[in-house]
């Protein structure tokens, strides 16, 4: 098997408190990453003395920058990212700890099945005091055996159309996936554009272990923690116009983006974005009166559309029940 040098990509910002750890955990590594590339967001913390420090004695070449202004998440990844020279690239947030084996388990399917463009994993959840919640991250997001199926088999894209079930702090994508996806768009988040454009142009990898610690704490960008009984219910009576447009412009955007990829998607994949546009659109032109809305909602529960291109009887119930905001 080919050895594949693999680069870790770390986004900070106003992230001291929880840093050291997190990069100690990146030297600790039982494969150690041929690079470390850190991309500070203009923190005004210490953040950034903290990360020239670290990398004064680091075990491997670590490369730190700093931009000039606030770029905001998903555009310090991209240029994160892009500073990189490794074939293998390891997304990494400022707040976790990563298990020693992570490097070495991902780069296994990378080095051996050259298909496989991306890997993630699942993660256990701490709390800021490293204690853990009991919980893990496929836990909390509800993964089903049919979406780990799906998977599998090869068609993640279908399940990612529907919602997004990376969470870029587990991932590894190779450099190829990153050409294709760059420029990153506005609408998308970072790990869920690359996720989708990687199971369009060759396979992802599940790892049903966890390989990091991933710390919620209340300030994350993008955090983990389990819905309760009373937030499901804020969600479910949140207002729904606003979401479904956006996610027509996002769908919009992938199939625009769809046609530059190499190998292109063949023609199922762009009938199944287009289908899944066309039910967004069903939802998104809803009336705000919930009496009038029964028709199209039988309608899309008849032909499927809820179950096909969106979360199931719980989109059903989100459009019945909630508040749809006027035009």
């Given at each position: 098997m080919p050895r594949l040098r693999a680069s870790v990509a770390l986004c900070t910002f106003n992230g001291e408190r929880f840093l050291e750890q997190q990069v100690l955990s990146l030297f600790a590594q039982e494969r150690a990453p041929d690079e470390i590339v850190a991309v500070d967001d203009?923190?005004?913390?210490?953040?950034?003395?903290?990360?020239?420090?670290?990398?004064a004695r680091s075990p491997v070449p670590m490369h730190v920058y700093r931009n000039d202004a606030t770029l905001g998440h998903v555009a310090n990844f991209e240029r994160a990212i892009a500073l990189t020279r490794g074939e293998i690239i390891f997304l990494c947030d400022q707040d976790d700890v990563w298990?020693?084996?992570?490097?070495?388990?991902?780069?296994?399917?990378?080095?051996?099945?050259?298909?496989?463009?991306?890997?993630?994993?699942?993660?256990?959840?701490?709390?800021?005091?490293?204690?853990?919640?009991?919980?893990?991250?496929?836990?909390?997001?509800?993964?089903?055996?049919?979406?780990?199926?799906?998977?599998?088999?090869?068609?993640?894209?279908?399940?990612?159309?529907?919602?997004?079930?990376?969470?870029?702090a587990t991932a590894a994508i190779r450099r190829s996936v990153f050409e294709q996806a760059a420029p990153f768009p506005?609408?998308?988040?970072?790990?869920?554009?690359?996720?989708?454009?990687?199971?369009?142009?060759?396979?992802?990898?599940?790892?049903?272990?966890?390989?990091?610690?991933?710390?919620?704490?209340?300030?994350?960008?993008?955090?983990?923690?389990?819905?309760?009984?009373?937030?499901?219910?804020?969600?479910?009576?949140?207002?729904?116009?606003?979401?479904?447009?956006?996610?027509?412009?996002?769908?919009?955007?992938?199939?625009?983006?769809?046609r530059n990829l190499s190998p292109g998607p063949g023609s199922g994949a762009l009938l199944r974005v287009r289908q899944t546009r066309a039910h967004a659109a069903v939802r998104a032109g809803m009336h705000p009166a919930r009496w009038r809305r029964l028709p199209a909602v039988i309608h899309e529960i008849a032909t499927l559309g809820y179950f096909r291109y969106a979360r199931g009887w719980n989109s059903v119930a989100r459009d019945l029940l909630g508040p749809i905001d006027p035009c």
């Open positions: 203009a923190s005004g913390d210490g953040t950034f003395s903290m990360l020239k420090s670290l990398a298990d020693p084996e992570k490097i070495a388990t991902c780069l296994i399917p990378m080095e051996s099945d050259a298909g496989a463009q991306l890997v993630h994993s699942d993660a256990d959840l701490i709390d800021s005091d490293l204690r853990p919640l009991a919980l893990t991250q496929f836990a909390a997001l509800g993964l089903s055996r049919h979406e780990r199926e799906l998977e599998d088999a090869g068609h993640a894209f279908e399940v990612l159309l529907r919602r997004n079930i990376v969470t870029g506005r609408e998308w988040i970072h790990d869920e554009w690359l996720a989708i454009v990687a199971s369009l142009i060759g396979r992802m990898v599940r790892i049903d272990r966890p390989l990091i610690r991933y710390r919620q704490h209340g300030a994350n960008v993008i955090g983990a923690a389990p819905r309760g009984v009373a937030q499901k219910i804020d969600m479910l009576l949140a207002g729904r116009r606003d979401y479904q447009r956006h996610l027509l412009r996002r769908l919009t955007v992938l199939e625009e983006r769809m």
